[in-house]
């Protein structure tokens, strides 16, 4: 007698399974893909700042760049041309701050480079702690020591918190405030010195410099640029299309630039001077690199990864005098540029290309130069803040018999005497609505906005009014917060160039990513924002995002 075959023994309900199951399992095979691994983590992320840096002169100069640098980020890795800093006061501490917060002004509290303490009506430096000091090196009062005044985390910070503190966040940057509120709380920032030239952390951070650093210091880099002259690095006729050299109205601010001092010696006059030139950028790559080798970053014996950030300062110096229209900036830009493809070339060396993730931005865009602009039929023109806080006054006081209404002033934000108001039984609203309506009808402003109107829900409905409510705080901000018409800037002088509102030439800056495991190379024109960077690292990291972030994970990037 033939033996049934074994499935036939068992019970209908369990043969129906298993011939479902064997239909079904080569239909389910070829429609669903295997799973896929994800990329490791990278050993190491590179977070660089170019200050200053617009976006529109990535893409203007883009076909002069060499192989390695910028044309490297654009061409194998993500670019996004329509990333904005999406808060209304454009400035190198808040926008800093947003690229690893993820996080706006109104929650992470740095509100400028420098705000009014509305209790003391003293100015604050937002870098500022009195109870610290630079390391082997002078420190005067208000200078950028620790990031007391923040008031969130970072990325960096997250890092450290999930690997137990073994994760190094190594920060170096021009600015001590470029440094510092990248490093977040428990990172550690190096920031240059004017006065000797050294990169220096301070005693917030360690009691003494590590070895490294020590050794980096005593060959004194920075003496090496003494009497050289910055010269174009491009033919003439690579900057045809600048500002002609005559819109600079003083000879001396013209190529070639010589780095010197007025007494003829390696001093503090010499190492200011190298701030606004390629040479600080140099050094400030070269001790990042420094850095990387003393700190053994991306080799962490943990097996856990490091975070390095790089905040290049001279593209903003270089702008603020020149513009970004004229052929320095253009130079400098070119300049760094090569500097940069050396830096990705040393970090393939050193880790292989397939460890580290590299992501470039700016904490701001530019406006070109007033005289600039209105050779091009534009509206522009600088705007003498001091003036028009005396002229308010003077009708302030005319209309309310109240003595300097405004008692103090920092620029976009002015700061009400509210005691003095209140004594006088007037409405503060009356006061703010007037004061509003005095600045609307002068030349170049644009928009006012009140306490009133923020604390009430007042101020909505357009993309300004969205990231003037950002970037202001309800503890920390001006009782009126003023924005200047396009092409207009706050600024008492008649030359040189600024950046500081919400328009597109301020807010549309670089922002790239490259790491061939992890990033999906492409032109990206979906709309972005810079604090959308902090937790789409963080889940590259597979770490948590920092408390205040409100940015997205940038999906359609991702591998």
Not at 66 to 85: D, I, M, Y
Not at 297 to 326: C, I, M, Q, T
Not at 357 to 362: P, Q
Not at 408 to 416: C, E, G, K, M, T
Request: charged share 20%; aromatic share 10%.
């Amino acid at each position: 007698m033939t033996s049934l075959p074994r499935f036939a023994r068992l019970p209908r309900r369990a043969v129906t399974l298993l011939l479902s199951f064997a239909v079904l399992t080569p239909v389910l095979a070829a429609g669903v893909p295997p799973a896929v691994a994800a990329p490791a983590r990278p050993k190491l992320v590179v977070v660089m700042v170019v200050d200053g840096l617009p976006n529109e002169q990535l893409q203007r100069y883009r076909e002069q760049f060499g192989q390695g640098g910028f044309r490297r980020l654009l061409e194998t890795g993500a670019a996004f041309s329509n990333a904005h800093q999406a808060h209304g006061i454009t400035v190198t501490a808040i926008g800093h701050t947003a690229v690893l917060t993820g996080a706006y002004p109104y929650q992470h509290g740095i509100i400028g480079n420098d705000w009014i303490d509305p209790a003391s009506g003293q100015s604050i430096y937002c870098t500022e702690d009195r109870a610290h000091t630079y390391i082997g090196e002078s420190t005067r009062p208000g200078d950028g020591t620790s990031p007391k005044n923040l008031r969130v985390d970072t990325l960096g910070d997250q890092l450290r918190y999930a690997t137990g503190n073994r994760a190094k966040v190594v920060t170096v940057s021009g600015k001590d405030r470029g440094a510092i509120l990248l490093a977040g709380k428990t990172g550690t920032p190096y920031m240059y010195m004017d006065g000797s030239g050294n990169f220096a952390s301070s005693s917030f951070y360690m009691a003494a410099h590590p070895a490294w650093v020590q050794r980096y210091a005593a060959d004194k880099p920075q003496d090496r640029y003494y009497g050289k002259a910055w010269t174009p690095l491009l033919a003439d006729a690579a900057y045809a299309g600048d500002a002609p050299d005559d819109a600079i109205p003083l000879a001396v601010n013209r190529f070639p630039l010589t780095m010197s001092s007025k007494n003829g010696t390696r001093d503090g006059d010499y190492y200011a001077k190298l701030k606004t030139s390629p040479y600080l950028d140099e050094l400030t790559l070269e001790f990042a690199k420094a850095a990387v080798d003393g700190e053994n970053l991306g080799r962490n014996p943990a097996d856990v990864p490091d975070l390095l950030g790089v905040s290049l300062s001279a593209h903003d110096y270089v702008n603020h005098k020149y513009g970004p229209e004229s052929k320095m900036s253009h130079d400098h830009l070119q300049r760094l540029d090569r500097m940069l493809a050396d830096f990705f070339s040393y970090l393939d060396g050193r880790l292989g290309k397939d460890n580290f993730l590299v992501v470039l931005t700016a904490d701001h865009g530019f406006t070109n130069t007033p005289e600039f602009s209105q050779a091009r039929h534009i509206d522009a023109m600088r705007i003498p803040s001091k003036k028009l806080v005396e002229d308010l006054n003077a009708h302030l006081g005319a209309r309310f018999a109240l003595t300097k209404a405004v008692r103090i002033a920092s620029v976009p934000n002015l700061y009400l005497d509210y005691p003095q108001i209140d004594q006088r039984g007037i409405a503060r609203a009356a006061v703010e609505a007037e004061a509003a309506r005095f600045l609307l009808e002068q030349p170049g402003i644009a928009q006012v906005y009140t306490r009133a109107q923020f604390e009430n829900g007042g101020a909505g409905g357009t993309r300004m009014d969205l990231l003037m409510r950002r970037a202001w705080h309800r503890q920390l901000s001006g009782d009126l917060m003023m924005v200047t018409k396009p092409y207009v800037f706050f600024g008492s002088g008649s030359t040189g160039a600024s950046h500081g509102t919400p328009y597109a030439y301020d807010t549309n800056v670089p922002l790239l990513l490259m790491g061939q495991r992890w990033i999906r190379p492409g032109d990206y024109g979906q709309y972005a924002e810079v604090v959308d960077l902090a937790p789409t690292l963080a889940h590259l990291l597979k770490v948590r995002p920092p408390a205040a972030s409100e940015g997205r994970v940038l999906t359609e990037l991702l591998r």
